[in-house]
């Protein structure tokens, strides 16, 4: 039983998040997706989809067996009770593999690291997707919201 673990924010669905998805499932025979906490997104806006119901779409997907929200302090505790043999990472997580690795290995935890590419699309993003509304239905917008002047 080969169990593979996928992580990411997993705010408004796209297909590249389905991608990621499948590829990592492939690798192995059980895919568990730590989905992170709202508080942990820091390193660009807080998403606009609460944890809850980030999880909830996430669950939802055919790749994925179970999914969980992270921990909210410490990002190898969920890694310690899956036990997975292998990581994935997507194609822009902003983590380096080897230095990943090697902290896993401090703790115990010996999973590979591995990188999944990414898929093709300027909609597969949901920083795109959200520039997108902004564009064609922000206030500045030609098609700007219904009733404002
Ligand atoms: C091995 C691993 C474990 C993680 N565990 C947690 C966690 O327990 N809690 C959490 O909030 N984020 C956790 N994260 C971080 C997020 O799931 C996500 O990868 C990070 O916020 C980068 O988000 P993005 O790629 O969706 O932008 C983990 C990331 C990795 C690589
Ligand atoms: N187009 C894509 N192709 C492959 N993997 C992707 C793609 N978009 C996101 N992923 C992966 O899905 C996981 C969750 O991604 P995340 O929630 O950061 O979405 P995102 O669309 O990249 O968000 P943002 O646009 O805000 O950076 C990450 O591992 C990420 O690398």
């Not at 179970?66 to 997507?90: N, S, V, Y």
């Amino acid at each position: 039983m080969i169990r593979v673990v996928a992580t990411g924010t997993f705010d408004i669905l796209h297909p590249g998040h389905l991608y990621y998805l499948e590829e990592s499932r492939r690798l192995g025979d059980e895919l568990s997706v730590i989905v992170a906490r709202d508080a942990n997104v820091k390193h660009k806006p807080r998403p606009i989809l609460p944890e809850a119901q980030r999880l909830r779409m996430v669950q939802a997907l055919r790749p994925v067996d179970h999914a969980l929200l992270g921990d909210l302090h410490d990002m190898f505790r969920p890694i310690a009770e899956i036990r997975p043999d292998i990581i994935t990472l997507g194609f822009n997580q902003h983590f380096d593999e080897e230095r990943l690795q090697q902290k896993l290995r401090d703790r115990g935890l010996d999973a590979d690291v591995v990188r999944i590419p990414g898929y093709p699309g300027s909609l597969a993003s949901s920083s795109k997707i959200i520039e997108r509304i902004l564009n064609t239905r922000g206030p500045a917008s030609p098609n700007g919201p219904v009733g404002e002047e």
